[in-house]
């Protein structure tokens, strides 16, 4: 069974979008960057802020949405497009690359359990969504070269 892959020039469009988006989750999160625009009323299954919200309108800014989209968006577009020279030998390198990545990604949510608390290991579940998908395509990458070097 063949997965029906994206286009190559996908790949570039993805990394575009998880770049923007990155830049964009820097000045959210670091510079606490949050334009006014972007405060708007939102439909939420549950929101715990001040206080508990379940299925209810409530007002939110989605600048932190917004890059995390972007993020994930882009890694999803780089994932699923085809290799420029796709050949048969790289779909067991995807398997091998997700495998490792989601072995690794678990080691490491493993080790925040044991060393993070509070507000802190929410970050890191933040974290851990976006290094799932960037964790598969270095392995792949790693794989890849390893593949073409032996040659």
Known sequence: MRFP????YFR???????????IWAYFVLVQNYKPDF????????????????????????LADEIACLLMLVGL???ISA???FEEDGNM???YK???YAMMTNTFLLMLSVVFFFGLSFLEVLMITMI????????????FKYKKSYIR
């Not at 892959?5 to 190559?8: A, D, E, I, R, V």
């Not at 972007?38 to 939110?60: E, G």
């Not at 290094?131 to 790693?142: D, G, K, N, R």
């Open 5 to 8: 892959f994206l286009p190559f």
């Open 12 to 22: 570039f469009a993805g990394y575009l979008s998880f770049g923007t988006g990155a």
């Open 38 to 61: 972007l405060n708007v009323n939102i439909f939420a299954i549950h929101s715990s802020y001040l206080d508990t919200r379940v299925m209810q309108m409530t007002r939110t800014n």
């Open 76 to 78: 999803l577009m780089v």
């Open 82 to 84: 085809k290799e420029k």
């Open 92 to 94: 067991i390198l995807r």
């Open 97 to 99: 690359s997700f495998v």
């Open 131 to 142: 290094s799932q998908p960037l964790l598969y395509i270095i392995f792949f990458e790693i």
